[in-house]
């Protein structure tokens, strides 16, 4: 026997659990300057594509998502981090640039990482939230 799923409750639950974090999508616009005093490259001029609610997930971060939701809604993925986000958020395009800009957690290891978007999102009949892989390209300090 099957138990019905209702899409927008599940959505709900989600939003309300998991999208905690404040986290902002860029789109590079151009190439870093090279700055001649230091011999460093400045920031990558990029405009802001989102920002709002939404979660960062590694692969265990996904298990402990279920577990706090009480079921498997994401398959096993290659990309070892995911971007949750509402469905109302723009969809990333390939190399935008995301980064918490504000943990839910106090004691997060998000803050001070970058990850860059893989593919655009994932697609799915039912949508409950937006998913986007992820490969983290946080340079060396």
């Known amino acids: 026997m099957t138990t019905e799923i209702d899409p927008a409750e599940v959505r709900r639950e989600l939003e309300a659990k998991l999208l905690l974090d404040q986290v902002r999508v860029v789109r590079p616009t151009g190439t870093p300057v090279l700055d001649p005093e230091t011999g460093l490259l400045g920031e990558l001029p990029a405009d802001v594509v989102y920002d709002g609610p939404g979660a960062l997930l590694s692969g265990h971060g996904q298990v402990t998502a279920e577990g ?5 809604w994401l398959d096993d993925t ?20 995301v980064e918490v800009v504000l943990a839910n957690s106090g004691d997060a290891a998000t803050g001070g990482r970058v990850w860059q978007v893989l593919d655009p999102s994932e697609a799915s009949t039912v ?10 390209i946080t340079p060396p300090s």
């Open 127 to 136: 949508e409950l939230v937006r998913v986007t892989r992820l490969d983290e």
């Open 78 to 97: 290659v990309s070892w981090y995911r971007l949750l986000t509402p469905l109302s958020a723009p969809v990333p395009a390939r190399y935008d640039r």
């Open 68 to 72: 706090i939701v009480g079921r498997q």
